[in-house]
C-alpha cells in the first residue's frame, strides 16, 4: 500500500482508531501508522460477508485490477433463492454448492433435521432445494438494482475495504480521492436483504455467508424482535383474537400472529449464535439511544460469541443515540454524533438552528455546562448521482436503458459524464460496527488470528478495548507481542 504523504484529515476516523497518525510537523498531514501498515504487512486475502442493502459494483473505490473487490454478490429480494444480476462480477461462478459442508463445519451435521421445522413454505422449499443440490439462484438480464437503493451497503464496503481508484483503470476518474477503509486488501461479499419484517432475507444471507467462506460476517442492520404468538396474543388479544379498534396493538397485523414467521425467527436466532461461535459475527448496537441494545444485538450474552458494536463521536464521547449501554456493547468504534439535552447528554452545536432557538435557562448548570458535542461524521463511499445519500442531479447511468450509454463507457473523462456524489458522511452504530469488522478482518489475516474462531475474536477484543474507549490497533499490537 502507498504511503499517503499529504493531508488525510477526512479519514480522521482511521487516527482514532490508530491506522493513521501524524506525519512528523507538517500540519494535517498523515501517514500510516506502524500498527496499521504491520497488520497489512502480514496481511492474507480474507473475505468479509456485508448482510445490509448490497454495494455500488461500479465505485472506483471499491475496484481491485480489473475487477470490483466486491465478489459474489447476491440479493435476497425477489426471490427466496437469491438473485443475480447481469453485471455479476463472478457470473460463472456457482453458488450454495458447498452449503452441506459449511453447515457441517458450524456443527450441523445432519441438515435435514435440523431444518426440519415448520417455517415459511417458501423458505423451508429453497433450504432443502439447496440442500440436496436441485436448486440455484435465479438469474435476471438486468442491472444490479443495487446501483438505486444500495447506498448504505456502499457507505459500509467503502468502510470496510475502500481504496484508492486502481493506477490502471480503463476510465479513471479524476475526482476521486485516496480513499481507504479499514482494510483495504479485503474482499467484500454484498449480501443484499429486503428491509421487511420476514426473517428468511436473513436466514439466507447467513447461509450463504458460511457456504461462501466468510471469514467474517457483518450486519449493520436491525430486525423485528417478533413476539410469540401466545405472548403477543396475552398483550394485544382478545378471546385468542387480535384486538381490534382504538385499544389495538397500532401495528396488528397477521404477521405478529404467523407461527410460521416465528419458525423463522426461531430458525435465524438458532442459525445466528452457532454460526458466531466459529465466525465472527459483528452486529450494531442501534441507533435508538434506549439503555438496552437493539435487535439481533440483543441476543448477545457473555456465554455467546456475538461481537456488538456501539458508538463513539470524534472526542471519544459515547454518541447519544447509541444504544445498549445498560447491556454494555463488546467495543466502542468511532462515528458520528447527535445533538440532545436530557439529564444523560449535553450535546448541541452552536451554530446549529436548533440551538438558535433553544432556551437552555431551565437546565440546570447550563451556564457552566460543555457540550461535548462533535459534528463531525465519517466519511464513506457512496452511490453516485440521485440515489446516493449525498444525491446529486447528474448520474454516469441513462436510467432510460439502465445501462452505461456508449458515450460514456467511450469517454468516461467527459464532464457531462463524471461521476458524482461518490463521497458521503455517515454514522450511527452501523458505521461504528462497520469498522470493528474492519479490524476484525485485520486479525483474521494475520498468521497469529487466522484460526480464531468467533468466541476467541470476542474474547480477544474484550481484553484489548478499554470501557468508554473506542478499539485501536495499537492496543491490538501490543497485545500480540511476546511478554
Given at each position: ?14 487516527a ?96 435435514a ?15 432443502h ?56 486488501v ?53 378471546d ?33 449464535l ?6 465472527p ?10 439503555s ?48 440532545e ?62 445501462r ?37 478482518s ?42
Amino acid at each position: 500500500m502507498d504511503e499517503p504523504g499529504y493531508g488525510q484529515h477526512f479519514l480522521w476516523h482511521l487516527a482514532r482508531i490508530g491506522a493513521l497518525q501524524p506525519a512528523g510537523t507538517a500540519p494535517e498531514t498523515w501517514q500510516p501508522s506502524p500498527a496499521w501498515v504491520a497488520l497489512l504487512g502480514h496481511a492474507k486475502p480474507v473475505r468479509i460477508a456485508l448482510i445490509d442493502n448490497g454495494a455500488a459494483l461500479d465505485h472506483p473505490n471499491l475496484q481491485e485490477p480489473g475487477r470490483p473487490c466486491l465478489h459474489q454478490p447476491i440479493e435476497f429480494a425477489a426471490h427466496v433463492q437469491g438473485t443475480l444480476y447481469a453485471d455479476d462480477p463472478d457470473a460463472a461462478v456457482p453458488r450454495f454448492d458447498r452449503l452441506p459442508a459449511a453447515l457441517a463445519q458450524i456443527g450441523i451435521d445432519d441438515p435435514a433435521a435440523f431444518f426440519d421445522r415448520p417455517l415459511t413454505p417458501q423458505l423451508g422449499d429453497a433450504i432443502h432445494g439447496y440442500l440436496a443440490g436441485t436448486l440455484s439462484p435465479a438469474r435476471i438480464d438486468l442491472l444490479s438494482p443495487s446501483a438505486r437503493f444500495a447506498a448504505h451497503g456502499t457507505c459500509c464496503a467503502g468502510l470496510l475495504a475502500g481504496r484508492p481508484e486502481p493506477e490502471g483503470a480503463t476510465h479513471r476518474s479524476p475526482v476521486t480521492l485516496p480513499y481507504y477503509g479499514v482494510n483495504p486488501v479485503a474482499q467484500v461479499i454484498p449480501i443484499a436483504t429486503v428491509y421487511s419484517p420476514a426473517y428468511w432475507p436473513l436466514i439466507m444471507g447467513l447461509l450463504y455467508a458460511i457456504d461462501r467462506g466468510a471469514d467474517v460476517i457483518l450486519m449493520p442492520r436491525a430486525a423485528e424482535d417478533m413476539l410469540s404468538p401466545a405472548d403477543y396474543l396475552a398483550v394485544w388479544g382478545e378471546d385468542g383474537k387480535p384486538k381490534l379498534g382504538e385499544d389495538a396493538d397500532p401495528r396488528g397485523n397477521g404477521n405478529l400472529t404467523d407461527a410460521a414467521r416465528y419458525a423463522d425467527k426461531l430458525l435465524f436466532e438458532e442459525l445466528l449464535l452457532k454460526i458466531a461461535a466459529h465466525v465472527p459475527v459483528i452486529l450494531a448496537a442501534g441507533n435508538s439511544g434506549q439503555s438496552r441494545l437493539e435487535y439481533p444485538a440483543s441476543l448477545a450474552a457473555p456465554d455467546n460469541a456475538l461481537i456488538t458494536v456501539g458508538a463513539v463521536n470524534s472526542l471519544g464521547r459515547i454518541a447519544s443515540y447509541s444504544s445498549g449501554q445498560a447491556d454494555g456493547p463488546t467495543v466502542l468504534a468511532p462515528s458520528d454524533d447527535r445533538e440532545e439535552i436530557s439529564n444523560a447528554y449535553f450535546r448541541h452545536s452552536d451554530t446549529s438552528w436548533r440551538a438558535r432557538r433553544l432556551d437552555l435557562s431551565a437546565v440546570e448548570g447550563w451556564i457552566d455546562a460543555v457540550s461535548d458535542y462533535s459534528p463531525y461524521g465519517v466519511l464513506a463511499t457512496d452511490i453516485p448521482g440521485p440515489y446516493g445519500y449525498d444525491a446529486s442531479t447528474t448520474s454516469d447511468r441513462d436510467l432510460t436503458e439502465d445501462r452505461l450509454p456508449a458515450s460514456v463507457i467511450a469517454d468516461r473523462m467527459g464532464q457531462e459524464s463524471l461521476p458524482r456524489g461518490l463521497y458521503t458522511l455517515f454514522g450511527g452504530t452501523s458505521a461504528a460496527s462497520t469498522i470493528v469488522a474492519g479490524i476484525v478482518s485485520l486479525i483474521k489475516a494475520s498468521p497469529a488470528g487466522k484460526d480464531l474462531d468467533g468466541h476467541a475474536m470476542k474474547q480477544k477484543l474484550l481484553a484489548i478495548s478499554q470501557d468508554n474507549v473506542p478499539l485501536a490497533l495499537d492496543a491490538l499490537q501490543a497485545a500480540d507481542e511476546p511478554d
